[in-house]
């Protein structure tokens, strides 16, 4: 017959010895995915926001297009307040685009980061065993 006690004494041995830890390494999984679906959300409505100004901007423009200038108004001055619309509407969609970049490298670079210190806690806490030229 099988001694319990020989056996309990056993794993215990066997989860000393262990390099990693099973519970750590999931609570470690659990806080990255976590903190990586924090961060893709708020990215992405970054981008929905942006993406919805920037679509407001572009229609505001059509429909400015559409528009006829005054008779009594002079030719050349309709044209240079139409021009300088269109220069400061341009002004816009580029702002609005180089935010919509910011976000997307943002996201990235967030990533990263998140990435690296999930590496670097992860080595730390859930394998104490490994040895320093591992880490």
Request: aromatic share 6%; with cysteine; net charge negative.
């Amino acid at each position: 017959m099988v001694d319990p006690t020989k056996i309990t004494a056993e794993l215990s041995t066997i989860r000393a010895d262990l390099p990693v830890h099973l519970m750590d390494a999931q609570k470690q999984a659990a806080k990255f995915f976590s903190d990586f679906n924090e961060l893709t959300s708020k990215t992405l409505r970054g981008i929905l926001e942006s993406q919805t100004e920037l679509l407001r901007l572009e229609a505001n423009q059509a429909s400015k297009a559409f528009l006829l200038p005054k008779v009594s108004e002079d030719p050349g001055t309709a044209l240079s307040g139409y021009l300088d619309d269109l220069h400061a509407q341009a002004d816009r969609v580029i702002d609005q685009t180089r935010s919509l970049t910011d976000i997307w490298r943002n996201y990235g670079w967030g990533l990263l980061s998140l990435c690296a210190c999930n590496y670097r806690k992860g080595l730390t806490s859930i394998a104490p065993n490994l040895p320093p030229d591992m880490r």
